[in-house]
């Protein structure tokens, strides 16, 4: 949760007093290098451990992990860089590194990449293009996620749907096509009443047809980026590092206010129902019976007790079916002091002999195409079938990125409040989407 | 209190002298200690909120742009109005709750016990206090919302319904602080000279009476001291928010405290928090001031 906020913010107040010096641990140069290396997935942790251990074995390197949850994570390695003390290697995401590497933290390892010649082709969806900024290289792609529907297979079933009519769903922000017949129907209301019948009750709603994860940002990456983008949407007129923000697009307004109509219909949890809990509880206790949801939860709902789950395509939008693909990576610290054997595992990491081991536990599609689908094996072996996220990674023409901007989280706190108020039926896309578009470009002009 | 008194005597030079050293010696850890944990600090505040200081990178001097940009943020505004709303609710029902159990401690002659257990919630962190309340007031698996749909009223998700989100955080820590106020009232009650409500019953004034003309007067000091100190502790609320909405929903729990943090620690907005840190300083300088004023707090109305 959010106690080591608290102590992150005490620590980096003991800052503004003035005292900022120190330095990395770990041994001298030779072979008794210790390089320190951060994660914040607790659930990817045994997996990057054994390629850790791996690479000791191989190189004579020791390499000490440290993992501190998401909502700590990016404050713990600010406060790190500012007193010196920030591991060698961080593993790093889109919406993060640009500040980093703007404010030289992060090292350069485009001439690394070129002298030992590393195939950037060699990774899912193009990812690698992602971690240049200016011309310099910040990272090498360590796996990928998409984001398809998951459902309980138990409420459909009652619905009278099959996994082929999932497969086969459609959407558009007219009349919601077959996906938005399919919340409405298996929206129940106390009364046994489903959503498209008549006499709905709407304010006594037993299960909703769709759940609402709340929070997403500018993105909605997991919540509603792919009904926008399947209209043609475009978050930024260039990507990566664009200059404006395109969210007064009419084909985004008209997007968000479908979603709003069908949450002012009763089909989607309400968004102060959804509370604080998150979506994992709403979808065990059968609160919601459909979802969007990121490949990185695959293990959550694959392997749930409560309920039983399974992944379907997205829905094809007017202009495709359309994911975003994203994926993290290793950086290395501009502050490192062992930036050479920081290389090779950075190297490692991005290698086959790597990224094999990580897909053997299956948790994560790793960025390599030919260990991706390997983990996809892993999956099938255990009984859990994944392979719509691997399909919509591979499919020609189905993925976006993510926008990559300078002062993402500024944006996203912006975007936040005003999706809010969206989602709370408070303001209308309409008259609350050119505006926040304004305020997010005065922050991108800086 | 009269001005006379205060007059120095004749041979004040001559015992100061002599005096200073050892006065010196009794002060410098209090001078100390204001110098490094308060004066410092507070001097590079104002020095870090004139710069463009990200964490990141070396600062450089703006002048008063960050200022400037505050005036005009609307986020800041409504901030301001947001701690606002808090600190009247959670002052307001703090000060009546508190006053109320102090005058029924009085009443009731209650045992050390019972009065123990009015402080207990005091003694729990604000931060606990969030998680336990974030879960007993959950709309889906709150205790609190199914006591109210097994009686047959509304439920409500009072942390995420951005019209009740303030509220709920504000009546929450007055649960939390109002033993801890009632016991401050208690203590003043207790120098109430009993012989001014006994006259007061000779006189035939009722309970009531009494209690408007007697120990609401009376308990002035003790007041103005629990409304200034409480009002302080009241402005910086922060971790409840941080635990219980981030903020949220919407703008509607965004105190200025965690937008402070929010600019300064996620967004690494060093020099534009540290502006609104110095403006807010400013605040509740001034509202510290003018209640002490207004309040005449060193003396009780009935001298």
Redesign the interface.
């Known amino acids: 949760?959010?106690?080591k906020?608290?102590a992150?913010?005490l620590s980096?107040a003991v800052?503004?007093?003035?005292c900022s010096t120190g330095g990395s641990g770990g041994g001298e140069s030779g072979d008794d290098v210790t390089l320190t290396y951060s994660l914040w997935d607790e659930n990817q942790l045994p997996a990057y451990q054994s390629c850790t251990d791996a690479f000791t074995e191989k190189t004579g390197i020791k390499v000490e992990i440290t993992q501190s949850a998401w909502d700590d994570y990016?404050?713990n390695i600010?406060t790190d860089?500012?007193t010196g003390t920030a591991p060698d290697v961080i593993t790093d995401h889109v919406q993060y590194y640009p500040?980093?590497a703007d404010?030289?933290?992060l090292l350069d390892i485009s001439s690394y990449v070129e002298a030992d010649g590393i195939d950037l082709d060699q990774y899912t969806g193009g990812l690698a293009d992602l971690w240049v900024k200016d011309g310099a290289r910040y990272g090498l792609p360590q796996d990928w996620d998409t984001v398809a529907l998951v459902y309980n297979v138990a409420a459909a079933e009652a619905a009278g749907y099959t996994a082929d009519d999932f497969a086969n769903l459609t959407w558009n922000p007219t009349d919601g096509g077959t996906f938005g017949k399919a919340i409405a129907h298996m929206s129940i209301d106390k009364n046994g009443v489903r959503g498209d019948e008549p006499g709905f009750d709407k304010n006594n709603v037993q299960t909703y047809g769709w759940t609402l994860e709340?929070g997403g940002g500018v993105v909605g990456q997991s919540q509603w980026s792919w009904s926008a983008l399947s209209t043609g949407f475009e978050y930024l007129d260039k990507n990566p590092f664009g200059t404006k923000y395109q969210l007064d697009d009419q084909r985004l307004i008209d997007t968000l206010t479908w979603w709003q109509n069908q949450i002012a219909a009763g089909y989607v949890v309400p968004?102060?129902?959804?509370?604080?809990?998150g979506l994992v509880?709403?979808m065990e206790?059968n609160?919601g019976a459909m979802v969007s949801d990121g490949s990185w939860r695959i293990t959550t709902w694959a392997e749930s007790t409560a309920q039983e789950f399974a992944f379907a395509p997205l829905p094809e939008g007017p202009e495709g079916r359309v994911t975003i693909i994203n994926g993290l990576a290793p950086s290395i610290t501009a502050s490192t002091k062992h930036p050479d054997e920081a290389w090779q595992l950075v190297k490692f990491i991005g290698s086959t002999e790597c990224q094999n081991l990580v897909a053997d536990t299956g948790v994560v599609f790793p960025a390599i195409t030919s260990a991706a689908e390997r983990s996809d094996e892993v999956r099938t072996s255990k009984g859990i079938d994944a392979q719509v996220f691997l399909d919509e990674a591979l499919a020609e023409g189905g993925t976006a990125y993510y926008p990559i901007t300078l002062?993402a989280?500024?944006v996203n706190?912006e975007a936040?409040?005003?999706i809010?108020?969206i989602q709370?039926l408070?303001v209308t896309p309409a008259e609350a989407l050119p505006a926040l578009n304004d305020r997010i470009n005065a922050i991108l002009e800086g | 209190m009269k001005p006379t008194l205060m007059k120095a005597p004749p041979n004040r030079a001559t015992w100061r002298s002599s005096d200073v050293p050892t006065a010196l010696l009794y002060l410098t850890p209090a001078l100390l200690g204001f110098a490094v944990f308060y004066a410092?600090?507070l001097f590079?505040?104002v020095q870090?909120s004139l710069t463009d200081w990200?964490?990141?990178?070396p600062a450089e001097w703006i002048g008063a742009a960050n200022y400037q940009k505050l005036f005009t943020d609307p986020l800041f505004w409504n901030a301001l109005k947001v701690t606002a709303i808090y600190v009247v609710v959670n002052i307001g029902s703090q000060m009546i709750l508190g006053l109320g159990i102090a005058v029924l401690m009085q009443r009731l002659r209650i045992g050390t016990g019972t009065q123990s257990a009015i402080l207990l919630p005091w003694l729990i962190p604000n931060?606990t206090v969030a998680?336990v309340t974030?879960f007993m007031l959950?709309?889906?698996?709150g205790f609190v919302n199914e006591v109210l749909d097994y009686i047959g009223a509304s439920t409500h998700?009072f942390?995420?319904?951005?019209d009740l989100a303030i509220y709920t955080i504000a009546l929450v820590n007055t649960w939390r602080n109002m033993g801890y106020t009632a016991l401050l009232f208690y203590a003043g009650i207790q120098t109430i000279s009993p012989d001014l409500y006994e006259a007061a019953a000779l006189d035939g004034a009722s309970g009531w009476r009494s209690f408007w003309s007697i120990t609401l007067p009376m308990l002035r000091p003790i007041t103005a001291l629990i409304l200034v100190v409480s009002m302080i502790g009241s402005f910086q609320i922060f971790?409840t928010v941080?635990?219980?909405?981030d903020g949220?929903?919407?703008?509607a729990t965004?105190v200025i405290y965690f937008y402070i943090?929010?600019k300064s620690?996620?967004?690494?907005?060093m020099g534009y928090g540290a502006a609104m840190a110095v403006v807010l300083f400013a605040l509740i300088f001034t509202f510290s001031l003018l209640q002490l004023r207004a309040l005449r707090a060193t003396e009780s109305d009935v001298n």
Do not use: C
């Open positions: 949760m959010k106690f906020k608290t992150a913010l980096a800052l503004l007093v003035g990016w404050q600010t860089l500012v500040e980093l404010n030289g933290q709340t968004r102060e129902q959804a509370g604080q809990l509880p709403e206790q609160i002062h989280t500024e706190n936040q409040a005003v809010d108020e709370e408070k | 410092w600090p590079r505040g870090i990200n964490l990141l990178s931060v998680i974030l959950d709309p889906n698996v998700s942390y995420g319904n951005s971790d941080s635990v219980a909405t949220g929903p919407g703008n965004r943090y929010q620690f996620e967004e690494l907005n």
